[in-house]
């Protein structure tokens, strides 16, 4: 069957669960999972015979909205939290994965701008970082404890403020990218370029491994979920810039409800990242190097593996109609 008659045969299927998903029409959640079987059906064929088709794409759309209407009208729901990590998170990052492959993208470039920024021009990490944060620095090299600013304050008051603050600037990637997605796109630019040229900074001191032990054991959580809301200011951004068959409103409050729940995801991360720098980091000097190293891998490896890996499972057990519930 040609692609066009495909989709003139199939419209007013597809139209009414568009209906269904933003409640303009009642339907219980029996006929919902009757219309998501349809619709998954509908989707392998175009899967298998129109593969690079914008079909697929908005009926892939359509099945995961539709799948997570099941299971919010669910009439047992043993732990709506749970279900809101172990599910619905990794159904939405797997949908959206694209604009977390912009963010991780752009972010890697601006990473390298500022390395190369700062290997180039002796100047730019003190434009950059500020004359006194770099002065201090230097002088904790001297002193032989380059991440020496870590111990500063008491233990839980800079949990509490360096939690605040990272939860208070992610907000910032995400709520701006109603601005179309140009607001996220410069924060995660000045983030990326600062990185750089911090880490520059330290290698160029040749400082570079004790920076990364104090760094990166609460970096790994912290940088990740930063890079977490940008994607998530991007979606809510390319929720007005293409509605696709939508209207520009029902896009935007698709993509707004989406986006807000992928940036509520990254919170934990950044209240463990807190906690990380706030009492873990300040003793990374006198730890010993296994320790360090085992702690960054690990932080690295749980985040990567719920926002990168585990979304391809759920998805893949979800086609399978198996239960993971």
């Given at each position: ?98 604009y ?44 032989g ?10 233990n ?115 209240i ?12 990374s ?22 926002y ?18």
């Open positions: 069957m040609r692609e066009v008659a495909f989709i003139k045969q199939n419209k007013e299927k597809w139209l009414d669960f568009e209906q269904a998903i933003f409640g303009k029409s009642k339907k219980n959640p029996d006929e919902i999972a009757s219309l998501y079987i349809h619709l998954i059906n509908d989707l392998s064929y175009a899967q298998t015979y129109y593969p690079k088709s914008k079909t697929v794409v908005y009926l892939n759309h359509l099945a995961s909205q539709i799948y997570q209407k099941i299971y919010k009208t669910k009439r047992v729901e043993k732990n709506r939290l749970l279900s809101f990590f172990k599910i619905e998170i990794p159904l939405l990052v797997y949908q959206y994965r694209r977390l492959l912009y963010a991780f993208t752009l972010f890697f470039c601006c990473v390298a701008i500022g390395v190369i920024s700062a290997k180039y021009d002796s100047d730019f990490v003190r434009l950059i970082l500020g004359d006194d944060y770099v002065n201090m620095t230097l002088e904790n090299i001297k002193d404890n380059p991440v020496a600013v870590y111990k500063s304050g008491s839980w008051g800079s949990f509490i403020g360096i939690t605040l603050n990272n939860l208070y600037y992610g907000t910032l990637c995400f709520i701006y990218g109603i601005f179309l997605g140009i607001g996220t796109f410069i924060e995660l630019l000045k983030t990326g370029i600062m990185l750089g040229s911090f880490q520059y900074f330290f290698y160029n001191e040749n400082v570079f491994w004790e920076s990364v032990r104090g760094i990166w054991i609460h970096g790994a959580f912290e940088i990740f979920a930063i890079v977490i809301h940008a994607s998530a200011g991007f979606i809510l951004g390319a929720s007005i810039l293409f509605p696709k068959t939508f209207s520009r409103l029902n896009s935007f409050k698709t993509g707004f409800k989406d986006s807000l729940k992928i940036y509520l995801s990254a919170y934990p991360f950044f463990a990242a807190g906690f990380l720098e706030g009492f873990i980091t300040r003793y000097i006198d730890m010993p190097h296994w320790l360090s190293v085992f702690i960054i891998l690990s932080t690295l490896s749980i985040i990567s593996f719920y990168l890996i585990y979304p391809f499972i759920i998805n893949k057990k979800i086609k399978k109609n198996v239960s993971i519930i």
